[in-house]
């Protein structure tokens, strides 16, 4: 089974509405689509949501979660292995995407597990409540995807333009370092997002091709609103994501910060391995922590 999950997809249905805007039938389909996707958060303050924030012109950040299941049909239990914060400053016109290690250590009711596990033992609630302990903020939203997801949005806008960061072969599908691949799609694009194996910076070599293709979804559909306007497009957000942002936090994203997702800077929080309990782990020194959390508290102010 598919195991590596792509959580740009999230970030997508965050951006690519705020993108294109508000008017007519495009606002009707559209407010259908967050209805489906909507699933409240009992993790975060009413004062804290983005549906408060954004009447304000406030900075918000949002965990942008993928979960380890197959399956279209809601059924979202798993573990989260991709997982991001993303912080929207429409003040400052800017993005901040900072990616986390799945593989760091976390307790939950007094047991060592991976953080990536934070959801398959609660909810969304749960792993929101983790990322805060182990980064120090509030989160304002949360957005959650399904395995399909960045397949079938990235095929419902035909593609996108990417320069492959490395040569590697995976499931016989090969890229090279260097070359540009129009309009990759479909089980190309899953490849090249999913490989670690033969990245000499393993997992992290991957979150820099998630950053890579979701500032290219989120390109695409700058330059070609029309693109998203497209039923399919549509269906293939309101199939495989899960958020507790309203239509009014749409809305608001729409008129207020989308400036903010024309210049997206990105980063990683990064760990050193260790083996603990016949675990596979990525250990965060106190000072990477404080460094994480400076950099998210700066994207905030």
């Not at 693109?227 to 497009?233: A, L, R, V």
């Amino acid at each position: 089974m598919k195991k590596i999950i792509i959580t740009i997809t999230s970030l997508i249905a965050v951006a690519v509405i705020a993108v294109i805007g508000i008017g007519g039938y495009a606002v009707w389909t559209t407010h259908g689509a967050i209805q489906k996707m909507h699933q409240p958060s009992t993790a975060i303050k009413k004062t804290d949501r983005v549906d408060t924030l954004s009447r304000h012109n406030k900075p918000i950040a949002i965990l942008l979660l993928g979960t380890d299941t197959g399956a279209l049909d809601r059924n979202y239990k798993g573990r989260t292995d991709s997982m991001m914060i993303a912080v929207i400053n429409p003040q400052k016109q800017q993005t901040l995407l900072m990616s986390l290690q799945r593989d760091t250590p976390i307790y939950v009711n007094g047991q060592m597990v991976k953080l990536n596990a934070a959801y398959a033992y609660g909810s969304a609630d749960s792993s929101i409540q983790q990322v805060e302990k182990l980064v120090n903020i509030k989160f304002n939203g949360y957005a959650l995807i399904n395995m399909g997801g960045l397949e079938s949005i990235a095929n419902s806008i035909g593609g996108v333009d990417i320069t492959s960061n490395l040569t590697f072969t995976e499931d016989n599908i090969s890229f090279t370092k260097g070359e540009t691949y129009p309009n990759l799609r479909g089980t190309r694009l899953l490849m090249y997002v999913r490989e670690r194996h033969f990245d000499p910076q393993g997992d992290y070599g991957r979150q820099m091709r998630q950053q890579q293709v979701m500032q290219a979804i989120l390109a695409k559909a700058r330059r070609h609103v029309s693109t998203i306007f497209n039923q399919g497009f549509i269906n293939a957000l309101s199939s495989n994501i899960l958020t507790d942002m309203s239509w009014n936090s749409f809305s608001g994203l729409a008129t207020k910060y989308r400036a903010a997702l024309n210049n997206i800077q990105s980063d990683q929080m990064r760990g050193t391995g260790a083996m603990i309990g016949g675990q596979s782990m990525q250990l965060m020194s106190q000072s990477e922590k404080d460094r994480v959390h400076n950099e998210l508290e700066n994207a905030l102010k």
